[in-house]
């Protein structure tokens, strides 16, 4: 098992940025690929950002590309999200999953395990 806990969210103007987090406990955290997930009121999940193992790969939504960096640093468990000019549509609940494996995911249902989530509500 694994537990992720993010933190991070919060209100923003649009235009501001934020920084998500994800603390992995509970299995050795290089042996996953993560990723972010959201998923406005009455919407479907959204892909948004993935990383490999290393950290070396990554992948991003088109509505993310340029403006989103997904990060993670193994030494601390944890998984980064730096959100830069932020728009309305980029509220949402933004979720931290990880799968077991070396490879990027990019498909919300491949992933194995998921945090509770942290709101992130952009105001125009």
């Known amino acids: 098992q694994v537990q992720l806990v993010e933190s991070g969210g919060g209100l923003v103007q649009a235009g501001g940025s934020l920084r998500l987090s994800c603390t992995a406990s509970?299995?050795?955290?290089?042996?996953?690929?993560m990723g972010w997930i959201r998923q406005a009121p009455g919407k479907e999940r959204e892909f948004v950002a993935a990383?490999?193992?290393?950290?070396?790969?990554?992948d991003y939504a088109d509505s993310v590309k340029g403006r989103f960096t997904i990060s993670r640093d193994n030494a601390k468990n944890t998984v980064y999200l730096q959100m830069n000019s932020l728009k309305p549509e980029d509220t949402a609940g933004y979720y931290c999953?990880?799968?077991?494996?070396?490879?990027?995911?990019?498909?919300?249902?491949?992933?194995?395990?998921w945090g509770q989530g942290t709101q992130v509500t952009v105001s125009s």
């Open positions: 990383i490999n193992w290393s950290g070396r790969r990554t």
């Open positions: 509970g299995r050795t955290f290089s042996d996953f690929a």
């Open positions: 999953a990880a799968r077991l494996g070396l490879a990027v995911v990019t498909t919300p249902r491949e992933y194995d395990y």
